[in-house]
């Protein structure tokens, strides 16, 4: 009794000590069964917080350098539109506007430079395809356009038990977001929008072609050139006024009668308010007033290279661009002058492709007189403006993201310390205890040793005698 008494007291010393070192009260689950499942759920509990603390952490360089990015994005479009606003005054020369359309190309460059930023090697704004640029330049025969290469999903992290937030923004929803609303025209020539729906995105040209002038001027004026170099469609009226010595064009400003010697005798060229124009010879005009009905005819085409002959009664003439497959419905019926017009698929537009068509009407590769460049430049600014809400708009997800993130990791790190505490609470020693019992072991040892040594001394002095 006396030796299980000292085993057992120096057992309790023995734990009391380890406790005290440890400074922990469950050393083995056999110590507290019902102790030791818990503090395993509550360690489990810390695990789960820990690896969303490091997703949160993780995450939110890439996001303010997306933030950041879409701001400086946001400043360079800021800039081209107010390069765009300018090529829009009627002051500026042709040599200004080669000037914008330079610097606007920049503005492009640096844009989709901004697109395709990268970050720890992986493209941030390209969704799930982080190995390839966001954005890359497609070529369709002469006609560039910019495609988004990218997916329209984007990384997320866990913050919580079941609680996902997105981290990143699609270079898809920032720069070519579609929102599609129809079709707008540059009122160039008189189309319009047909009845059907159309396929397609972003800005096509329409070339309506003048193929044939029928009529006669009368008075022995004649078609200069047989009327291969007119730009009237459909039905139009000439009159020569002898007695003023002007020609005018339906309802376009009279132009004075050549005189023989005059650079444009043999050429006339006579516009009306639409910018349709006649060409004229006045090589056998003898003079005298008339009146004159000529008319038109032409063919249009989507892709410039496959026409159909219009008949100017077509409500929906169905059109495909076998390069892109843009399906366009236009109607004819309004058409009066031959030209290239171009179609807006409105709010089907990414910010890339505006800027760039911008840059050619500034060069204006179709000779087009300033109130025609000036509708294609508003057309083109349309599209920048809303592209812009759309940056604007990414800027602040990202930081409505960074924000809930940091929220999130405000409440993980007070997760954190209750579940401490209270693991703490199951686990940790009460230390003045563990001293007390570590001190009563050591004296009840003690005293166990002292009994039994004397029991031995008595025993064998009995049997001594």
Request: charged content about 15%; glycine content about 14%; proline content about 5%.
């Given at each position: 009794m006396v030796k299980n008494g000292i085993f057992r007291n120096q057992a309790r010393l023995m734990n009391a000590q380890a406790m005290l070192s440890s400074g922990k009260r469950i050393l083995r689950p056999s110590d507290d069964p019902l102790g030791t499942a818990k503090a395993l759920t509550l360690r489990a509990h810390l695990t789960a917080i820990s690896r969303y603390q490091s997703s949160a952490l993780g995450a939110q360089p890439a996001m303010q350098m997306s933030t950041s990015a879409l701001e400086e994005a946001s400043g360079i479009i800021g800039d081209a539109k107010s390069l765009i606003l300018q090529g829009l005054s009627g002051t500026l020369s042709a040599d200004d506007r080669m000037s914008l359309a330079s610097e606007l190309r920049l503005q492009l460059d640096q844009l989709l430079d901004v697109a395709n930023t990268t970050f720890g090697g992986e493209?941030?704004?390209?969704?799930?395809?982080?190995?390839?640029?966001?954005?890359?330049?497609?070529?369709?025969?002469?006609?560039?356009?910019?495609?988004?290469?990218?997916?329209?999903?984007?990384?997320?992290?866990?913050i919580g038990n079941g609680v996902r937030t997105e981290t990143l923004i699609s270079g898809q929803d920032a720069f070519a977001k579609f929102e599609y609303s129809g079709v707008s025209f540059s009122n160039l020539t008189g189309i319009g929008a047909g009845v059907r729906a159309n396929e397609s995105a972003g800005f096509e040209y329409l070339t309506l072609r003048h193929d044939a002038t029928l009529g006669n001027p009368g008075l022995g004026v004649t078609l200069s050139g047989g009327g291969s170099n007119d730009t009237i469609l459909g039905n139009h009226t000439l009159t020569i006024d002898g007695v003023n010595g002007t020609v005018t064009l339906d309802g376009g400003a009279p132009v004075a009668i050549p005189q023989a010697g005059d650079d444009d005798f043999t050429n006339l060229v006579v516009t009306n308010e639409f910018g349709a124009e006649v060409h004229l010879n006045f090589t056998g005009y003898a003079g005298g007033s008339n009146t004159a009905s000529l008319t038109g005819e032409g063919s249009i085409s989507i892709d410039s290279v496959n026409y159909t002959a219009l008949t100017l009664t077509e409500t929906d003439l169905q059109l495909i661009d076998g390069r892109s497959g843009s399906v366009l419905h236009v109607d004819a019926t309004q058409v009066h002058r031959a030209g290239v017009e171009l179609v807006r698929f409105d709010g089907a537009a990414n910010v890339f492709d505006a800027m760039l068509g911008a840059i050619h009407d500034l060069e204006n590769g179709h000779d087009l007189r300033v109130s025609e460049m000036s509708a294609r430049l508003e057309m083109r600014l349309g599209e920048i403006d809303r592209n812009h809400e759309n940056v604007l708009r990414g800027v602040a997800v990202l930081g409505s993201r960074l924000a809930r993130i940091e929220t999130g990791l405000g409440r993980l790190d007070g997760m954190t310390t209750e579940i401490s505490t209270h693991l703490s609470g199951v686990e940790d020693a009460d230390l003045a205890s563990v001293v007390m019992d570590a001190s009563q072991a050591e004296q009840s040892m003690q005293l166990?040793?002292?009994?039994?040594?004397?029991l031995m001394q008595n025993t064998l002095l009995n049997f001594l005698r």
């Open positions: 493209h941030l704004f390209a969704g799930a395809n982080v190995d390839s640029p966001a954005f890359g330049a497609s070529g369709l025969s002469d006609e560039t356009r910019y495609v988004y290469q990218g997916s329209g999903s984007v990384p997320s992290i866990e166990a040793q002292m009994a039994g040594s004397r």
